[in-house]
């Protein structure tokens, strides 16, 4: 099935108006492995009908990764630049699969003249499936699988999203097993905060190895994660134990639009 | 008569002390910037009523808890205890609330006598879990020497604190029933809980004549031994880790309020941005207010930092939640959020002190980078487990953020990595290297 994947300037060339932007955020756009990621949620976002549309050449970084490294100034240059093209097309609503543009986009942002309704994507698609247009009844792709989610630390702890993804994975008809550290008290993968562009500091452990670690202790077949960072983490923690063959590291939405079939 | 006079010069010194060691931490806590945590009152009064009053947080380790609970609530109910001994102490009476209140005293004084004795058990328990069971959290290496005896010292006063009220309990109760009390009475008992039980256990001692005046010294050194520790604890709090007793409080009034992921926005920043981005500003206009000094970016030192950071930093007991729980920390980097705490409090106290000695512009040639290391401060994921952790709302994360602002736009310091990543970001609009014109290209691929 082809993506159906208009732009802003695509949607105002025909004179029409997208209910919500999406966000598609620098790994979403280049990462090999988060760029699945993006098309399983188009194709969520086609197969609902949902009126949305990318910037395209036209989005840039949040400039997230230059704020958590103290550079305010790339950040703020960033956040202008995006505010002025997303006020342009007069945006309202915004989802995203990565919960650093997430967060960057929701919180730091109207300070700086953009103010937007921003939402994550497991929310978005949690909303999909309330309101009856997405249907996973009967769907038998994870019934029964152990599945465990990893908390994305941009997506909890610095925003309270905990329920969206869980109430997800249940949707799924899967057994949904927490790690030992979960929630408010989940550990970090290791990418925050610009680390996923450096070396970890001197240390004797690596994070996501240690979280890789929890993950396993549940004896989960599946790691469910809701951001692309993340991911890369716990999937080279996985490889790391040599449990890529058995475990895998699948986004929310990849879940569900495994599980609809899309 | 003497005795008051001795009494009432030992409160003097001791509340007068005392509030000349308040005002010299609070003006080092307003050396800090300035930030806006009034507004939305109700909401704070509600965060201060759970998470310091209520103690909300500590629950999320129940057996901590509930030893601090006991310490907690017998420290709070025995302050009414403390006031008659106040009054007592000014009035030359004995145990005056004992004719206001009569069998309410009773339930009073047994109440708080079951408390001590919870709190002197929880007291016990506390010193083994450092020093015995060494439990790894208050065992760190940045524990090591000072706050370790700190720490100690304080348990140790709360024993001895409890043991006077116990021993003037006691002697009191055993006077009483001999008839040797400075209480006019008939013949019979206060009927204290716990120190009733212990004069059953003493009294064949007394009823064989055992002189009373060594009841009365004990009753005396008791009440005396109580009111000597409660103004050595009070003078001592201000140096000590133990101040979150008092700061808990208007620490958590003053809390973070918004979402955790927002970093404070650089308002100094955002001006020039402005002016870099319009067209039409005049590069050679003058500053709006020419007379305000440039504000360095991000934090060297501790007066960069807010005042909350600094409240923060006294408030402080540190306990090692945020530590125990950091990612960077449990894989063995050097970080630990309770060291920047520590070292910022350090910090801070040695720059009020050459501010009172030497004049507000004196340098000493050191900052909080003497205290804190580089390699500290970029192990930090950003991830929020050590705020989110503590027990009394302190945000070690905002000051790791204003160093590493520091270090990057004051000083271009950061690890190679970053420098490319932020080239980057400047020139193709991403952390990494691909063209901006590829941005869509996934749309097309299969």
């Avoid at chain 2, 990494?432 to 996934?442: G, K, V």
Wanted: negative net charge; glycine residues 6%.
């Amino acid at each position: 099935m082809s993506l159906n994947v208009p732009t802003m300037a695509e949607m105002m060339a025909k004179g029409e108006t997208a209910d919500v932007l999406f966000w598609v955020g620098c790994a979403g756009s280049f990462d090999d492995r988060a760029k699945k990621i993006t098309k399983a949620l188009v194709k969520i976002l086609n197969h609902c009908n949902v009126k949305f549309a990318v910037l395209g050449t036209e989005e840039s970084c949040t400039g997230d990764p230059a704020k958590r490294a103290g550079n305010e100034f790339t950040f703020q240059m960033q956040a202008m630049m995006n505010i002025q093209v997303l006020n342009g097309y007069e945006v309202k609503k915004i989802v995203t699969a990565c919960p650093h543009c997430f967060n960057t986009l929701k919180n730091e942002y109207p300070e700086l003249g953009g103010s937007y309704e921003v939402v994550h994507h497991t929310q978005l698609i949690q909303d999909l499936i309330n309101t009856g247009k997405l249907a996973l009844e009967g769907s038998q792709t994870y019934k029964g699988k152990k599945i465990t989610f990893h908390d994305p630390c941009y997506l909890g702890r610095a925003n309270d999203v905990y329920e969206a993804p869980r109430a997800l994975i249940e949707k799924l008809d899967a057994e949904l097993v927490e790690m030992k550290r979960c929630k408010t008290k989940g550990l970090c993968c290791g990418a925050g905060g610009a680390q996923m562009f450096k070396e970890a500091e001197k240390g004797n452990k690596e994070i996501n190895v240690e979280r890789t670690e929890d993950a396993l202790e549940t004896h989960a077949g599946i790691i469910a994660t809701g951001c692309p960072f993340c991911n890369t983490m716990m999937t080279d923690g996985v490889k790391n134990f040599n449990k890529e063959d058995e475990i895998k590291v699948l986004d929310v939405a990849e879940l569900i639009a495994n599980a609809a079939e899309l | 008569m003497i005795q008051i006079i001795v009494f009432a010069l030992i409160s003097i010194v001791g509340f007068g002390v005392f509030g000349y060691n308040i005002w010299k931490v609070r003006s080092n806590i307003l050396l800090g910037r300035d930030i806006d945590r009034k507004g939305n009152s109700s909401e704070r009064w509600k965060t201060m009523f759970l998470v310091a009053f209520g103690q909300q947080k500590m629950f999320s380790r129940p057996i901590p808890a509930l030893l601090h609970l006991a310490l907690y609530v017998a420290f709070v109910i025995t302050q009414i205890e403390l006031i008659e001994i106040i009054v007592d102490g000014l009035t030359g009476n004995h145990r005056v609330f004992y004719f206001a209140l009569g069998g309410f005293y009773t339930f009073m004084i047994s109440f708080i006598e079951v408390l001590s004795l919870l709190a002197l058990i929880a007291t016990f328990a506390f010193l083994a879990r450092r020093n015995l069971l060494k439990l790894p959290r208050l065992n760190m290496k940045e524990l090591v020497g000072w706050p370790t005896k700190d720490a100690n010292l304080i348990l140790i006063m709360e024993i001895v604190l409890v043991t006077c009220i116990f021993t003037m309990n006691t002697t009191d109760e055993i006077l009483y029933r001999i008839g040797g009390s400075h209480v006019d009475h008939a013949n019979g008992s206060f009927g204290f809980l716990i120190s009733n039980c212990i004069a059953d256990m003493l009294m064949p001692l007394f009823a064989q004549g055992y002189p009373t005046s060594t009841l009365e010294v004990l009753e005396r050194i008791g009440w005396w031994g109580h009111i000597a520790m409660v103004f050595a604890f009070l003078n001592y709090l201000p140096y000590s880790k133990h101040f979150h007793i008092v700061l808990a409080f208007p620490n958590t009034y003053f809390s973070n309020l918004e979402k955790k992921g927002r970093f404070t926005n650089m308002e100094s920043v955002t001006n020039e941005v402005k002016l870099m981005m319009d067209p039409n500003a005049d590069p050679y206009a003058a500053p709006a207010d020419s007379n305000a000094a440039p504000q360095r970016f991000g934090a060297k030192d501790v007066q960069d930092l807010t005042w909350k950071n600094l409240l923060d930093a006294y408030t402080c007991t540190e306990c090692g939640r945020c530590t125990s729980s950091c990612p960077a920390n449990q894989t063995g980097k050097l970080l630990s959020p309770r060291k920047i705490m520590m070292d910022t409090r350090d910090r801070l106290v040695e720059v009020g002190e050459n501010i009172r000695q030497h004049g507000k512009d004196y340098d000493d040639g050191k900052s909080l980078f003497s205290y804190i290391s580089e390699e500290e401060i970029w192990a930090c994921t950003s991830c929020n487990a050590c705020v989110d952790e503590c027990p009394v709302n302190i945000d070690p994360l905002s000051i790791i953020i204003d160093l590493r602002r520091y270090l990057v736009m004051e000083e271009s310091k950061m690890p190679t990595e970053l420098t490319g990543m932020l080239t980057n970001i400047e020139n193709n609009g991403a952390p990494w290297q691909f063209s901006p014109s590829d941005r869509l290209n996934w749309a097309k691929e299969d």
